[in-house]
């Protein structure tokens, strides 16, 4: 078995003898970019992590637009109602108290947008583009 499903069902074996129950809740998630939220029921011992998996295969499965990828890596879940901060990916979804939600995706830190950016913008510009610029600048002004 793979580790994601050994460390889901280990966690939810866990909570569920702390607890004694099997609670189950319908959340709603709200994805930037998208129509309308995302509704399924989760367990109160799932994973932030899992939950976003579940989110992302309900996502592509409706065939909704934007597309999005499918690394869970790659997003950030917000309780809609009570903070800024992103729940940590190995949080309980019953322990952010929350049953709305908005799932981001995470933005590429500024200098590693650069440096995927910078070499591309040489490679389009070529050579001698700042004389171009600078001429039709000149240009501008004289007329």
């Known amino acids: 078995m793979s580790q994601k499903i050994l460390r889901k069902k280990q966690k939810r074996k866990s909570f569920e003898e702390l607890n004694g129950t099997n609670n189950r809740f319908l959340i709603s998630i709200n994805v930037l970019g998208s129509a309308g939220p995302l509704r399924f029921v989760v367990n109160e011992g799932d994973l932030i992590a899992d939950v976003i998996d579940t989110a992302l295969k309900s996502y592509a499965r409706q065939g909704r637009l ?13 309780c809609a109602n009570f903070g800024a901060d992103a729940l940590s990916p190995w949080e309980l979804i019953g322990s ?26 040489l490679a389009q510009k ?4 700042w004389k171009l610029w600078l001429n039709k600048s000149f240009k501008i002004l004289t007329i």
Do not use: A
């Not at 690394?71 to 879940?77: I, K, S």
């Not at 709305?100 to 070499?119: G, H, S």
């Not at 070529?126 to 583009?129: E, R, V």
């Open 66 to 78: 934007p597309r999005l990828v499918s690394d869970t890596d790659q997003f950030l879940l917000y």
């Open 96 to 121: 952010s108290g929350g049953r709305n939600f908005v799932l981001c995706k995470k933005q590429i830190e500024p200098e590693d947008r650069m440096r995927e950016t910078r070499p591309r913008m």
């Open 126 to 129: 070529g050579c001698g583009s």
